[in-house]
């Protein structure tokens, strides 16, 4: 598979090595000041950036008919614009708000521990994220996406950053040194407390889930998730 990689930080460069480990190569790179190679001659472009840069990134790949895969976080409430521009081009797009494969299995056990939780309403669900210094968003697209899944099972209405308030699940981001992604969903009762955790070692989760998400990505056409890829097809 020949990759473009849109973003060359710390993503692109772990994304870069794992690929070619597998054999693949890298025939287009940017970042903010440069770019080499020529994007049209890749079969796929994995998008990690920054959220003012990725839409304009994505509609690039699509102007050259290169199929998306995007991991960049903070930029969905222009999700919309993109379903729409993907259409009009008849491109192919995946995003994620976190492409390991723990933490999508994580997701699934969010999910079911909502559902255990719905009437047991005794106990407070909360969700917190721990990263490292140098990140942009807050909180972590990975966080938004539990706390989606844990109001799926709740009355309250929607997830509040950092505070606590009534008829919201609280978010808390904390930023330290290099951590790399942590992820802890709690519900708590005056009795006792629940806690399920994902802590990643390192970047190579993410890496990995992305370069898989885009061999899958290969021949297809319209908009994908991590869901289509690991739990719904395996061609
Ligand atoms: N979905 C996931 O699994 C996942 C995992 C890790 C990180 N992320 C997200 O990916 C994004 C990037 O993370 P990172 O740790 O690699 O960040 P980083 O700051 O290390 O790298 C960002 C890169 O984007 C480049 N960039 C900025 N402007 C650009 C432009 N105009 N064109 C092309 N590239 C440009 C920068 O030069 C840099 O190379 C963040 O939004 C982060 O939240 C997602
Ligand atoms: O390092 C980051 O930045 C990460 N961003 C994603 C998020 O916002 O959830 C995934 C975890 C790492």
Redesign the pocket.
Same mark, same amino acid.
Request: proline share 2%; charged share 25%.
């Given at each position: 598979m020949k990759i473009a990689l849109?973003?060359? %930080?710390?993503? &692109?460069k772990t994304i870069e090595a794992l690929a070619i480990q597998k054999g693949h190569t890298v025939v287009y790179k940017?970042?903010?000041?440069t770019s080499e190679g020529i994007l049209s001659e890749a079969n796929v472009a994995i998008e990690?950036?920054?959220?003012d840069?990725a839409i304009?990134?994505i509609a690039k790949s699509f102007e050259a008919g290169v199929p998306v895969v995007c %991991?960049?976080? &903070?930029w969905l409430d222009r999700y919309e614009e993109i379903l729409k521009l993907c259409e009009q081009r008849n491109g192919s797009f995946l995003y994620?708000?976190?492409?390991?494969v723990g933490v999508n299995l994580f997701f699934k056990l969010n999910a079911y521990a909502a559902s255990l939780f719905e009437d047991w309403k005794e106990y407070m669900p909360a969700i917190e994220e721990v990263h490292h210094t140098?990140?942009?968003?807050a909180p972590?697209?990975t966080a938004i996406t539990l706390a989606e899944g844990v109001l799926k099972h709740r009355n309250e209405t929607d997830w509040v950053l950092d505070k606590q308030q009534k008829d919201k699940v609280t978010i808390k981001a904390q930023r330290i040194d290099d951590v790399k992604?942590t992820h802890t969903v709690t519900y708590a009762s005056d009795i006792d407390t629940v806690s399920l955790k994902h802590e990643a070692h390192s970047?190579d989760g993410?890496a990995l889930?992305?370069i898989l998400a885009a061999e899958w990505l290969q021949n297809k056409e319209g908009v994908f998730t991590m869901e289509d890829v690991l739990f719904r097809s395996n061609s």
């Amino acid at each position: 598979m020949k990759i473009a990689l849109l973003g060359y %930080g710390k993503m &692109g460069k772990t994304i870069e090595a794992l690929a070619i480990q597998k054999g693949h190569t890298v025939v287009y790179k940017s970042t903010s000041t440069t770019s080499e190679g020529i994007l049209s001659e890749a079969n796929v472009a994995i998008e990690f950036s920054s959220p003012d840069i990725a839409i304009k990134n994505i509609a690039k790949s699509f102007e050259a008919g290169v199929p998306v895969v995007c %991991g960049t976080t &903070g930029w969905l409430d222009r999700y919309e614009e993109i379903l729409k521009l993907c259409e009009q081009r008849n491109g192919s797009f995946l995003y994620a708000s976190n492409f390991s494969v723990g933490v999508n299995l994580f997701f699934k056990l969010n999910a079911y521990a909502a559902s255990l939780f719905e009437d047991w309403k005794e106990y407070m669900p909360a969700i917190e994220e721990v990263h490292h210094t140098q990140k942009k968003d807050a909180p972590s697209g990975t966080a938004i996406t539990l706390a989606e899944g844990v109001l799926k099972h709740r009355n309250e209405t929607d997830w509040v950053l950092d505070k606590q308030q009534k008829d919201k699940v609280t978010i808390k981001a904390q930023r330290i040194d290099d951590v790399k992604g942590t992820h802890t969903v709690t519900y708590a009762s005056d009795i006792d407390t629940v806690s399920l955790k994902h802590e990643a070692h390192s970047r190579d989760g993410f890496a990995l889930g992305a370069i898989l998400a885009a061999e899958w990505l290969q021949n297809k056409e319209g908009v994908f998730t991590m869901e289509d890829v690991l739990f719904r097809s395996n061609s």
